[in-house]
């Protein structure tokens, strides 16, 4: 590995959280982790975008509520695995990456970029922290359903851009994206 370069890992985790006796499922099809390798001064500060990199499914008896936060040691920053150099910052805020959530059917409420946060304060794909309304079409569909029956709102694809600057110290860096279906309480 050239001097300088630094390699970013990123490991996801899928939960579904039910308190009923309803099913309520998430299933990972597609990019269970994920590597970025930085090379270039220009891949430094313009970032990097590895597009379709996550597809998952959800299934369910219930309205549902999906969110999505970064897990790491010391909340709101990445996991530093190895430095390579004492030059830099080794305190990398999670929000250097950013996330897209795609469904065929445009029901995700982000579908531009935004930084990760903290899982102790998520952001919402679809649905709130609150009991939400039925929505059975369009942004924000939470209706019952399944990805067979229901391929336009219950698929997602999820696209990564990551753009660490040139501030902070080089090395392997880690963290978790935690993505959470819940039943819309």
């Known amino acids: 590995m050239p001097r300088g370069s630094g390699i970013i890992v990123l490991f996801f985790l899928f939960i579904s959280s039910l308190s009923s006796a309803q099913t309520l499922d998430i299933t990972i099809t597609r990019g269970a982790s994920l590597d970025f390798t930085f090379n270039t001064i ?26 999505v936060g970064t ?5 709101g920053q990445w996991d530093v695995i190895q430095s390579y150099s004492s030059a830099g910052s080794s305190t990398v805020p999670v929000s250097i990456l950013e996330i897209r959530a795609i469904s065929p059917g445009g ?10 946060q903290d899982f102790s304060t998520p952001t919402y794909l679809i649905g709130s922290a609150a009991d939400d309304v ?14 067979v029956n229901n391929a336009f709102t219950h698929r997602f694809r999820i696209d ?19 993505f959470t279906v819940a039943e819309d309480l």
């Open 71 to 75: 897990q790491t040691i010391v909340p």
């Open 107 to 116: 029901t995700s409420q982000q579908t531009s970029f935004f930084q990760m």
């Open 42 to 67: 220009r891949q430094y500060t313009n970032g990097v975008i590895v597009p379709n990199a996550t597809e998952f499914r959800i299934e369910s008896t219930a309205e549902w509520d999906l969110y």
């Open 160 to 178: 990564y851009r990551l753009t660490p600057g040139v501030n902070y110290r080089p090395g392997v860096y880690s963290l978790t994206v935690v």
């Open 134 to 147: 039925l929505t059975n079409s369009g942004v924000g569909t939470n209706a019952p359903g399944d990805p």
